[in-house]
């Protein structure tokens, strides 16, 4: 994203980059069903949802959302295991093996396996 130098200080991330915070939910058919775009990168990923929340975004009765780490585990959001490894290429794409329960399940939880980090 390209922000002029007077405008950028909001949209700085915690790595120093620019960006935008974007929180996405889709159904099991991959369609989404919640869209909140043009939060400043510097927003976190709890006021993001508390936003949403506030705007009627709701967890279905009985299900829960597969969330990255910026979330907390609750009962409608299950998040990866802290302190362990957490993406696929912490793995090193196949030449490491899980050494237990929590590395397995952040392994094949969809926000670590799939996370896009950016160019």
Not at 24 to 50: E, K, M, P
Request: charged share 20%; with cysteine.
């Amino acid at each position: 994203m390209t922000v002029t130098p007077d405008k950028a200080a909001p949209f700085r991330n915690r790595k120093g980059t620019l960006s935008q915070n974007v929180m996405v939910a889709c159904d099991f058919d991959l369609n989404f069903t919640f869209i909140s775009c043009g939060w400043d990168g510097s927003a976190t990923d709890a006021r993001v949802l508390q936003s949403a929340l506030n705007r009627n975004f709701k967890v279905p009765e009985g299900k829960f959302y597969l969330v990255d780490g910026g979330y907390a585990n609750t009962t409608s959001f299950l998040a990866p295991y802290r302190g362990v490894r957490y993406h696929l290429k912490e793995f090193g794409h196949g030449r490491h093996r899980p050494q237990n329960y929590k590395e397995f399940f952040n392994l094949r939880h969809p926000c670590c396996a799939t996370m896009w980090e950016g160019p």
